[in-house]
């Protein structure tokens, strides 16, 4: 990107980024192109993602089980958390057969339409649940996405009864996906696994006979791994 680009997506003047620019491409974070002047990122930007990683440590406990659960279902498992509105994936273990949405870590998506965001609301103070999506854009991602408050409030009472959050093709197309929210010894929500699978190899209901169980017993596994949390 240039630097008039640059300054219209980061909102701020261009002479502030011409010298935010400068600072990054003298850290080495930044390579600029000789000829066209536009910039992009370099390499030594991954070092941030790895220290994130290598220093999470619910990342680093649920890891051996998520990668027992994506084993003993060949489906794609993953480990999210809440950030503002959205929910990130921080840990993925793909399917073994091809994937319906190619999703990687730190991948974003809204909470309110997304079964790992369910989870995790259905957890929180309701008050501080409902604020949440009410100050979220709940726009639709396909047909069947649910956008009014009242039936979002259903979906997450009705996810706190079961113990697990639903997504039957709300954000992707084609995407089924359940949820459980791992939790600290506080019963606050610390983040969510799920299991993600495509439609046209799975119906709802044999999701939920085949895969919620398992889902459930590696959340419960998990959640006693950080319960020092």
């Known amino acids: 990107m240039g630097l008039t680009e640059l300054a219209q997506l980061a909102g701020l003047d261009r002479s502030g980024v011409q010298r935010i620019t400068h600072t990054l491409r003298v850290l080495g974070y930044l390579r600029q192109d000789p000829a ?21 440590q619910i990342r680093e406990r649920a890891q051996p089980h998520l990668e027992a659960l994506n084993r003993r279902t060949s489906e794609t498992v993953n480990l999210m958390e809440l950030e503002g509105q959205e929910i990130v994936y921080v840990s993925r273990f793909p399917s073994f057969h091809a994937v319906s949405v190619d ?24 008050a501080d649940a409902t604020a949440l999506l009410k100050s979220s854009r709940r726009t639709s991602m396909t047909p069947r996405t649910i956008t009014d408050l009242a039936g979002l409030r259903e979906a997450l009472q009705t996810a706190r009864q079961q113990g697990y959050a639903v997504n039957d093709q709300e954000a992707f197309i084609g995407d089924i996906s359940v949820a459980a929210p791992l939790l600290d010894r506080h019963g606050q929500p610390l983040g969510a696994v799920n299991i993600a699978v495509p439609s046209p190899r799975w119906r709802l209901d044999e999701v ?5 169980p398992h889902l459930l017993r590696t959340v419960a596994r998990i959640n006693e791994d950080i319960r020092d949390f």
């Open 103 to 126: 999703l990687h870590i730190g991948s974003r998506l809204p909470a309110f339409c997304t079964a790992a965001g369910r989870a995790i609301l259905s957890h929180m103070e309701p």
């Open 36 to 56: 066209t002047r536009a910039f992009r990122l370099s390499g030594r930007m991954l070092e941030f993602g790895h220290t994130v990683l290598a220093t999470h």
């Open 208 to 212: 939920l006979q085949r895969l919620v």
